[in-house]
């Protein structure tokens, strides 16, 4: 009789915590930033220029239950997005590489292979430096910090039956 109990309440602990809420900035009905129980969100409060960085617990319909403290969304003037790497970060870090290797390609060849002096030449130093400042902008250039309710960016409580809700696979 133990074990059909410890089993019916493992069920039911389960089922209750594969189904939790999640905390979803939207733009045009896109999910930006999806938050789910026990990520870490860092956000800014209205009138304060501190950033508040606490651990999801979970969420109800108007707000955020964190370990620390519980937050309405009206309140939430920044939400951060959480450093997730986007497109263009991407291929900024690809750029700045791209460069340097160039750069440091030429400067082993013309140095070891060919047994000339290290030298820099403008045919090279120019296109590296061109590389390295384009994916530096681009690195620079990512959104880090989402402001909700500007535009057509919300802060919204997802539940599993919303179309924006979305089940993790572990």
Same mark, same amino acid.
């Given at each position: 009789m133990?074990r059909?109990?410890l089993?019916?309440?493992a069920?039911?602990? /389960?089922s209750?915590?594969?189904a939790?809420?999640?905390v ?10 999806r938050?789910? &129980?026990?990520?870490?969100f860092k956000i ?6 501190r950033?508040?960085e606490?651990?999801?617990v /979970? ?12 937050v309405k969304f ?6 951060h ?18 460069g340097?290797g160039y750069f440091?390609? *030429?400067?082993?060849n013309?140095?070891?292979?060919s ?9 090279v130093?120019k296109?590296?430096?061109g590389?390295?400042g384009?994916?530096?902008?681009f ?5 880090r910090?989402?402001t ?8 919204i409580?997802? &539940?599993?039956? /919303?179309?924006?809700y979305r089940?993790? *696979?572990y």
């Amino acid at each position: 009789m133990t074990r059909l109990n410890l089993f019916i309440l493992a069920v039911i602990i /389960s089922s209750v915590a594969w189904a939790q809420p999640q905390v979803v900035l939207l733009r045009n009905e896109t999910a930006l930033i999806r938050l789910e &129980q026990g990520d870490t969100f860092k956000i800014r409060l209205d009138g304060e220029k501190r950033v508040y960085e606490d651990i999801l617990v /979970s969420a109800w319909e108007f707000g955020i239950i964190g370990l620390k403290d519980s937050v309405k969304f009206t309140d939430i003037t920044h939400i951060h997005s959480g450093g997730r790497s986007t497109f263009l970060s991407r291929l900024g870090g690809g750029l700045m590489v791209a460069g340097l290797g160039y750069f440091l390609i *030429d400067q082993i060849n013309e140095g070891i292979f060919s047994g000339n002096d290290f030298s820099l030449e403008e045919r090279v130093w120019k296109p590296a430096l061109g590389l390295l400042g384009a994916g530096a902008i681009f690195q620079v250039a990512r959104k880090r910090w989402y402001t909700p309710g500007l535009g057509r960016l919300k802060l919204i409580t997802a &539940q599993p039956d /919303s179309p924006f809700y979305r089940s993790v *696979d572990y």
